[in-house]
């Protein structure tokens, strides 16, 4: 048994079966009439004794399930027709009226039911008539139904690369117009269509995407943001074409002001002063996703006099005032005010700890000052969090607040990833891995002037991470003035706040053994020495039960729950132990209290019971503020999560939208004669899926990289479409969680 794991392997699995009997090379004479083919072939010959044997048994010799239909690909005119030595030209055509594909086309035309076929398809429920040329339904059931593969077309030839792309997206098509029609457009050619299907990126899918947005957004500093995303993620070929387009869009905002201050019915018209203070927002924006408008030579430089507005001297300045002044100060003073009173006592003494640390000449000391809290799920770490990032900004200080996760990192005020907060790799990360952050970049400037970092479910972080970033904050601090001293310092002498359980998921090393995750995890790295861990142990979640009408059984019920946790946590479950032999590190739960569902699959009507269970009455409720982002169900598998989507998708009311992921041509020669359809059958975990289903008002979990303020950090969470219908490539959202809920987010 040989398994391919690339598709490269294919070739070197399938070439020996073809390539015939082993061979050596034997010398010809100069006159052919004196050859002895007899024993030429007997001397170039070898048969091995396995292969005689096959022979003389009538085995065979190889043997390809299930059986694969090759389905033919042309442009209109250029099918393949193949003639013997004695058929005539009027013969051949004759015979060869169709190919696979126009076949196809015909089958569509007569059968209904094969509308809702790809062309890859159509082999699996119809069969191939090579007499007739036409696809005739299978007369009966197939154990192992024959599957359908096109051949491959290369990528310099742009028209048929981009025809096979199209055949495995449209389903039902009746000739070749009819793939060619998108939203009742008929297109000239089959690059054009794809394009306006949103399967291949140019220019034209950014032009496409802002010329949506210009009607949806409200202001031009929230068009101006998502133009910077179009140029830093898409990289446009033709930048200047987009900016001549939408620069009037882009300084709207500037329009309107100087129309309210002159005379009412006063026309204004927007000259070069307001282009260049539009270049410098777009510069702001640029700089904050790590990028700069010099490196788009082709668009509208900034003059030297706009660009002197922030020298280097006062940026320094301008970049800490635009972080506070990011942050209401009294909603900060009254949620601080308000939490300090509900702190228990160790949550109060973790707090005043830090609380002395930051305020301990402001991050200037030289010696470490890091922190871990410690506690376990409902212990009340995000609140702790949460209150020490608003009394730090409540005071002028800034506060950063990073997460491991994406889903942790929305539930701290103005909270971001790590990795993109501090430009980490996500993969190949090893022992000397460096951040991309350049250390005059913005965001090099903000870390520089932090009095507190806050890094949330750091036990899921590899160590590499962490040792990464003490690194980067050695190598900014040593730029500043008198930060000679902070460059032997951990992490630059700033006060950083590490928190999770370490109980719960540990850092993912592909492949690792016990030894290995043990080794990547934060405790392992030198920097756990110095460390001075807080332990939060009172669950939270079960005292406010006692408080919001619980009744006597729910909070035993809850109180039984948490304890049981921790102790699985601990590995001090006894109660339950397997009794497989050799099997002690398993737990075999309690079947009268939990509802075990059956391994490696979750039956439909199990997902149905919990779904409604968590969702009651979803199509009344659906609507209501607060009702989606205060339940979720977790699922530690991802084929698990797959399914309970799919159900929810089906549930919620509305049309269904479809958006595919838009194809790029690789410079690797390589990697572009991969097949389509194999790269979008994979599906990576740390990747979104290659069709996403979405319906109107279905929640979603999104990070937006960019902000709805001039701080550069990214905003992420929740998000709902807000549209009565659904646009092609952009759709307003609006935030449903902390800190921005209720807020309209860039498109």
């Known amino acids: 048994m040989e398994i391919c794991s690339t598709i490269f392997e294919y070739n070197y699995l399938f070439k020996y ?12 004479p100069a006159n052919p009439n004196e050859r002895d083919e007899i024993t030429e072939y007997r001397d170039a010959r070898y048969v091995s004794p396995p292969e005689a044997m096959g022979c003389v048994f009538g085995f065979d010799t190889m043997t390809i399930s299930p059986s694969v239909e090759c389905l033919a690909v042309h442009l209109p005119g250029d099918n393949l027709v193949v003639a013997q030595e004695f058929q005539s030209i009027v013969d051949v055509t004759e015979l ?11 089958l569509n035309e007569r059968d209904p039911a094969a509308h809702n076929l790809h062309y890859a398809e159509v082999p699996e429920h119809y069969r191939w008539d090579e007499k007739h040329y036409e696809w005739t339904p299978h007369q009966h059931r197939q154990e192992r139904p024959t599957i359908g593969r096109i051949y491959f077309a290369n990528p310099r030839d742009q028209e048929l690369y981009s025809l096979r792309m199209l055949l495995l997206e449209v389903k039902g098509a009746k000739g070749f117009e009819a793939l060619r029609t998108v939203n009742g457009i008929v297109h000239s050619t089959f690059r054009a269509a794809c394009v306006a299907c949103g399967l291949m990126r140019n220019d034209e899918e950014s032009a496409n995407c802002l010329r949506e947005a210009k009607f949806c957004v409200t202001s031009g500093k929230m068009f101006t943001a998502l133009f910077a995303t179009c140029l830093v993620y898409q990289d446009p070929a033709k930048p200047h074409a987009l900016w001549e387009e939408f620069k009037d869009t882009i300084v709207m905002d500037m329009v309107i002001r100087k129309q309210l201050q002159g005379d009412i019915g006063m026309e204004v018209q927007p000259d070069e002063e307001m282009y260049q203070q539009g270049l410098l927002q777009l510069e702001r924006y640029l700089r904050g996703m790590g990028s700069s408008i010099t490196k788009f030579p082709s668009l509208p430089q900034l003059a030297a006099q706009v660009a002197s507005n922030l020298p280097k001297a006062q940026h320094r300045v301008h970049t800490k005032q635009q972080e506070i002044d990011a942050w209401d100060a009294n909603t900060l003073e009254v949620f601080m005010q308000d939490g300090q009173q509900k702190l228990n006592v160790e949550q109060l003494q973790a707090f005043n700890k830090i609380k002395e640390a930051v305020c301990d000449d402001m991050g200037n000391r030289p010696y470490s000052r890091l922190y871990f809290v410690d506690g376990a799920g409902g212990c009340g770490k995000t609140f702790l969090y949460n209150l020490l990032l608003a009394w730090a900004r409540s005071t002028g200080k800034i506060a950063v607040a990073v997460a491991t996760s994406g889903v942790a990192a929305t539930l701290l005020m103005g909270g971001t990833t790590a990795h993109s907060r501090f430009r980490l790799p996500v993969f190949e990360l090893t022992r ?35 040792e990464t970033v003490d690194r980067l904050l050695r190598d900014i601090m040593k730029c500043e003035e008198g930060g000679d001293r902070l460059q032997d310092v951990a992490f630059g002498g700033k006060v950083v706040v590490f928190g999770g359980d370490f109980k719960q998921c540990l850092p993912v090393v592909k492949r690792g053994t016990r030894s290995e995750i043990v080794g990547a995890c934060l405790t392992s790295s ?30 035993a019920a809850a109180k039984d729950f948490s304890q049981q946790l921790l102790q699985v946590g601990r590995g001090q479950l006894k109660d339950f132990d397997c009794p497989i032999q050799g099997q002690h590190n398993h737990i075999v739960l309690n079947s009268e209290k939990y509802h075990i569902l059956p391994p490696h699959h979750l039956p439909k009507e199990c997902i149905q019971q919990l779904f409604n269970a968590v969702y009651p009455d979803l199509l009344q409720n659906f609507k209501r503020d607060g009702y989606l982002t205060e339940r979720a169900i977790l699922a530690p598998i991802n084929t698990d999560v797959d399914a309970i989507n799919r159900h929810a998708l089906e549930v919620f009311p509305g049309q269904e939208y479809v958006a595919l992921s838009v194809d790029t041509l690789s410079l690797d020669e390589q990697q572009n004669n991969i ?21 109107v008002g279905i929640e979603i979990t999104a990070d937006i990289a960019v902000s709805l303020t001039n701080s550069p950090y990214n905003v992420g969470g929740h998000a709902t479409f807000g549209h009565k219908e659904l646009p092609s490539r952009q759709a307003l959202q609006w935030h449903m969680s902390y800190p921005h809920k209720g807020q309209k987010a860039p498109p």
């Open 526 to 555: 030198p920097l756990w020495q110095k460390v001075c861990v807080l332990h939060l142990t009172v669950n939270m979640r079960v005292e406010k039960m006692l408080t919001n009408g619980s009744t006597p059984q729910e909070v």
């Open 17 to 28: 079966p073809f390539k015939g009997p082993d061979q050596a090379g034997v010398a010809i």
């Open 432 to 466: 000397d891995t460096i951040s991309s952050m350049p250390i005059e970049s913005d965001a090099a400037l903000l870390l520089a002037q932090s009095s507190l970092i806050i890094w949330d479910e750091a036990p899921m972080a590899h160590r590499f991470l962490f």
């Open 96 to 106: 060869h009226k169709r190919s696979t594909l126009e076949a196809w086309f015909q």
């Open 675 to 695: 097949p389509l359809e194999y790269v979008h059958s994979q599906n990576p975990a740390s990747l979104p899926p290659h069709v996403l289903r979405l319906k």
